[in-house]
């Protein structure tokens, strides 16, 4: 039986095949056309046919200050539809390069370079090889954006650099490494960095290389995460039982912190009919954790994992506190499309950013987070390393 979008035989509360065909025909009519002048807010690298991939401007038919588009740390509060809106506009132009040697390729990467460093959005005239065509695409780690089409040139405009990425890119004996550290000391929005860090601009001069977004974002977030994460390794512990929430598109995140030495977990329960778990009749568990000593293999939960550590670590340090921390997270049916990894980062820091409910004692804290879910607390117990520790590992201090 046909669905059409109006029977809601997915059991969704919205049709995610409507939302994406609404937004495009609101933009459809605008880019039909081989040339497309707009005010690109970022660039975007595939990583399809590594080492040969696709770069180009995200171009939306506006000209004016854009940002917003390509700015995740000013989406928290909006709705699906507004994010799918203004990023179904985004037209994403199709160059390939070898991302081994950037500097073989000529003025379309130095272009790109300077646009993903830009303070602003920056005038782009873009001309295709066909109209823009194909689905607005959906992924848990990057945004979602709008129609592609092959780039046969692209013309910016006047822009302003951002002189903290400016002074990093032009450093050409500063590690990579050190660069992204630097700026996000010097309070260098992520995205920001992340961009950046995207189309090779910085690093060793000679060892520089493009990055697909979709790694740039993980590779950031684990950076920082990491270096503040030894921070957090020297500080006393809390001294009582933290809980933090948020809830945002359908999504409900529990930060619970425990006052023992430094472990960190990411637990998240999808629901039938959500992105991970389309087709299934019991909610699915997933998770990743790591001690003390931290970890040495990439977690299997993906980019969430450390885009939520990132979070983590950066309330602990500005609380001068250490802690054992348990994210739990619940993405409900009404959660119908990937809006990219963000969601998790900027999520946490909501709750982190917002008040805490304080108890005594474990049970006290897993009790009223019981009131706040509707996963039973003793099967996200028994999906949960860091909750299995703390309640029944016997420590030194209990005897």
């Known amino acids: 039986m046909a669905c059409k979008g109006t029977k809601m035989l997915c059991s969704k509360s919205r049709c995610p095949i409507m939302i994406k065909h609404y937004a495009k025909l609101k933009t459809a009519p605008q880019i039909d056309s081989t040339s497309l002048y707009g005010s690109a807010p970022g660039v975007f690298v595939g990583r399809h046919g590594y080492p040969l991939v696709s770069i180009g401007p995200l171009i939306p038919p506006v000209i004016g200050d854009t940002s917003e588009m390509d700015t995740p740390e000013r989406w928290i509060g909006k709705t699906i539809d507004d994010i799918v809106g203004f990023r179904s506009s985004l037209v994403r132009g199709l160059y390939k390069v070898n991302v081994r040697k950037p500097e073989q390729c000529g003025k379309i990467v130095e272009d790109m370079t300077l646009l993903s460093m830009a303070s602003n959005p920056v005038d782009t005239a873009a001309e295709f090889l066909r109209k823009p065509a194909g689905r607005i695409e959906l992924d848990d780690e990057v945004q979602p954006f709008g129609p592609s089409a092959p780039l046969k040139k692209a013309e910016i405009g006047n822009f302003r650099l951002d002189h903290r990425i400016e002074k990093a890119h032009y450093d050409g004996d500063l590690l990579a490494r050190d660069a992204v550290l630097e700026l996000y000391k010097d309070e260098t929005m992520v995205t920001r960095i992340q961009r950046a860090f995207s189309m090779g601009a910085f690093g060793v001069k000679k060892s520089r290389r493009i990055v697909p977004t979709r790694q740039s974002i993980t590779a950031v977030d684990s950076i920082i995460g990491e270096t503040l994460m030894e921070q957090v390794k020297d500080l006393p512990l809390i001294n009582e039982y933290r809980v933090f929430e948020s809830w945002q598109l359908d999504n409900r995140f529990i930060v619970l912190m425990i006052p023992e030495p430094w472990s960190y977990e990411l637990v998240e329960a999808w629901y039938p009919d959500t992105i991970w778990n389309p087709a299934g009749r019991e909610i699915m568990i997933i998770s990743d954790a790591e001690r003390y000593e931290g970890r040495t293999t990439y977690a299997s939960i993906g980019g969430c994992y450390y885009a939520a550590r990132l979070a983590t670590c950066e309330y602990l340090v500005r ?21 990219g990894v963000w969601n998790v980062r900027e999520n946490v820091r909501n709750a982190l950013k917002g008040p805490c409910s304080k108890f005594n004692t474990l049970n006290e804290a897993l009790t009223y987070i019981q009131t706040r879910f509707d996963i039973p607390m003793s099967r996200w117990t028994l999906n949960s390393y860091v909750l299995k520790d703390s309640r029944f590992q016997r420590r030194l201090t209990d005897f």
Do not use: N
């Open 319 to 339: 609380e001068g506190r250490q802690a054992k921390v348990v994210i739990l997270r619940e993405a409900h049916s009404g959660y119908v499309m990937p809006v």
